[in-house]
């Protein structure tokens, strides 16, 4: 059996002293393309020699011990992930020393329809190869073996027939151009991979260059230049889209070299190899989008938990969001049901599009804090009102769109998605005009976002309602229920205050209503009740947000004043009291107060309060002693009427 093949290796001359400078330079972009540190094209006959290799620098081995021995006996690729662990092979001595092969990966070389020996990948480390690339690797198989055979027929002359043959019949994408005379050849596969029929592709470089993507256009002209001025023996690989004609791009990846020069040196003719790879790079890209959709993520949750500021999130991501959605311009928006109005959006974040003096005021207003979008009846609007994805990659059909205002820049695409809690709608992020159609994969791919938002629109309704809770608890703590001012407690916390940052004079005071035992006991405590209500009304309309006035304690009130120029005077409190009769339940009661008041300068100890209250209390005592209906100031020791 080995002889009959080596006498057929021998006869398609197929041996060791083979020209394998191309191949070698061949193997080596297969080996980069696929990103493993071997590849071999091995000839499997008395012995395993390699016609052409990368990253290994033994030419000849046993046939004994030879991985690709398999794969000719078996006549199907074989793929090994890791050796190591195979029964078959991890006692081999080329798994147990050098070159230590962990992965093989092999397929079938052909000659005159005959096994011969193999192409292979191979690595030191356990590894995986999809079966997309498996199919590839026995393409490429086929299209060495044609080499191998184009080869031998140079040796005897090569026609052109021949050479067209052979691209027609090759199973992977070729491109042959005849550099000076602009003369381009593709086979049928190449057509395939674009969805062209034959007769439908043109010659000239124009042709295929039009299908390529205007933002990959410059890199691969530049490629293929770079490659042309190259030293002989470069290789050109390069990755671009293409445009299928069914209208989807197509990501393909073309390698290849210059193949004939002039007595000059320059190039006459490159031959190239093409593949889509597209599928391949919808992963990549997609992996790459979702570590910087999940870095933006992990940047907005950390502003919010130092800020508690959703707008700036927002604000922080959003430039980042349209450039991962390939969108033009969008939104972000939050649901805020209003008394007035019911639902609207509140804009946290929004593309500046201003097209006219009303949206530039808009605009001005989303920058202010303060943009409301309070029409839902409309495209974007229905992302609220239904709850759901609404993808419009023809917005003029939609049922819900209403048109766009007038300058409005065309609305190609909308994508708009809602930000829940629950089942509760709670905010929306819009997108637009995206150069390809949106899809559900857009959809889902944002919906770690939409997830995260929520949380954080959550968590600010929760810090919302803490702080409320908190700002009514304290006011019940610091607020008297009968008269709503503020309590003893809040009066002593307030004067601390004063007394700690004073920067002008200011005054205490205590207030209290005359004989008003009396009423409670002539008109009982409801009137009571009735002429603190009243009193406390009286007081606070008097004085300046400023000033401060609270309820001591059954008819006392506390109050501090700011002697700036036009302030009220504690006289003004005592006649303003004093100059009508308090309307109640049981008829007109007339109520008189007596202030008992001291001074307070700047640079007074910050605990001497204690003291000017006590002081004030005793000026209060003197007033009511002296008749009531007056004011008693306390100066220097002494208490003086004003």
């Known amino acids: 059996m080995l002889n009959k093949r080596w006498q057929h290796i021998s006869k398609h001359k197929i041996t060791p002293d083979v020209d394998t400078d191309a191949l070698d330079k061949l193997i080596t972009s297969v080996a980069d393309f696929f990103d493993f540190p071997i590849a071999l094209i091995s000839i499997v006959g008395q012995k395993q020699w390699f016609i052409a290799k990368a990253g290994l620098n033994i030419d000849v081995t046993s046939v004994e011990d030879a991985f690709c021995r398999h794969v000719v006996e078996r006549r199907s690729p074989l793929v090994i992930e890791d050796a190591s662990q195979h029964p078959d092979f991890c006692e081999n001595p080329l798994v147990i020393a050098g070159p230590c092969i962990r992965f093989y990966a092999g397929v079938p070389l052909m000659a005159g329809g005959r096994e011969v020996g193999a192409v292979c990948l191979i690595d030191d480390q356990p590894n995986t190869l999809s079966s997309k690339d498996l199919q590839f690797l026995e393409s490429l198989s086929l299209f060495i073996s044609d080499y191998i055979h184009l080869i ?22 070729v491109w042959d151009w005849e550099i000076a005379n602009d003369h381009n050849v593709f086979n049928q596969r190449w057509c395939d991979l674009l969805g062209l029929e034959k007769d439908e592709v043109e010659s000239r470089s124009g042709f295929w260059k039009s299908l390529v993507h205007s933002d990959d256009f410059t890199p691969l002209n530049n490629a293929i230049r770079a490659h042309l001025s190259a030293e002989e023996g470069s290789v050109l690989n390069v990755e671009y889209r293409m445009h299928h004609s069914d209208g989807r791009w197509v990501w393909v990846n073309t390698y290849g070299r210059v193949v004939a020069n002039d007595s000059a040196g320059r190039p006459l003719r490159m031959t190239c190899v093409t593949r889509d790879i597209t599928e391949k790079k919808r992963i990549e890209l997609r992996e790459s989008k979702q570590v910087k959709l999940l870095n933006f993520m992990n940047r907005a949750q950390s502003v919010f938990l130092q800020e508690k500021n959703i707008r700036h999130s927002c604000e922080l991501i959003f430039d980042e969001l349209l450039s991962l959605a390939e969108s033009q311009f969008g939104l972000i928006g939050q649901v805020i049901v209003q008394e007035e109005t019911g639902p609207s959006l509140f804009i946290h974040a929004l593309t500046n599009i201003s097209w006219s003096e009303e949206t530039n005021e808009q605009y001005r207003a989303y920058q202010r804090g303060e943009l ?99 700002q009514k608890l304290r006011y019940l703590a610091e607020t008297d229920v009968l008269t709503k001012l503020p309590n003893r407690r809040a009066f002593i916390e307030r004067i601390q205050a004063f007394y700690e940052q004073q920067t002008v004079s200011f005054s205490i005071a205590i207030i209290d209503i005359d004989y008003f035992k009396s009423i409670n006991d002539q008109y009982g405590h409801q009137v009571g009740d009735e002429v603190l209500q009243e009193v406390a009304f009286r007081l606070n309309s008097s004085l300046r947000s400023d000033d401060l006035v609270a309820r001591l304690g059954g008819e006392e009130f506390g109050v501090c004043l700011f002697d700036a120029k036009g302030a009220p005077t504690l006289e003004t409190l005592r006649k303003v009291v004093a100059e009508a009769p308090i309307a109640t339940s049981e008829g007109n009661v007339n109520v008189t107060v007596s202030i008992g008041a001291c001074p307070v300068v700047p640079g007074a100890r910050h605990d001497q309060w204690e003291n000017d209250l006590r002081f004030a209390d005793q000026a209060l005592y003197r007033a009511k002693k002296e008749g009531r209906n007056r004011v008693k100031w306390h100066i220097c020791g002494l208490v003086t009427s004003y």
Do not use: C, W
Request: proline share 5%.
């Open 372 to 470: 409301f979008f309070n029409n839902l009846d409309n495209l974007f609007g229905h992302v609220i009102t239904s709850g759901g994805v609404v993808m419009a990659n023809r917005p003029r059909h939609h049922h819900a769109a209403k048109g766009t205002p007038s300058g409005h820049p065309p609305l190609k695409r909308f994508l708009g998605l809602p930000i829940k809690i629950g089942e509760e709608t709670v905010g929306m992020i819009g997108l637009a005009n995206k150069e390809e159609d949106y899809s559900e994969e857009d959809a889902q791919f944002l919906q770690p976002l939409l997830d995260t938002l929520g949380a954080l629109f959550y968590a600010l309704e929760v810090e919302k309602s803490r702080l409320q809770a908190e």
């Open 152 to 173: 031998d027929k140079q040796r005897n002359g090569l026609s052109g027939a021949d050479f067209a043959l052979m691209i027609e019949a090759a199973d992977v994408g």
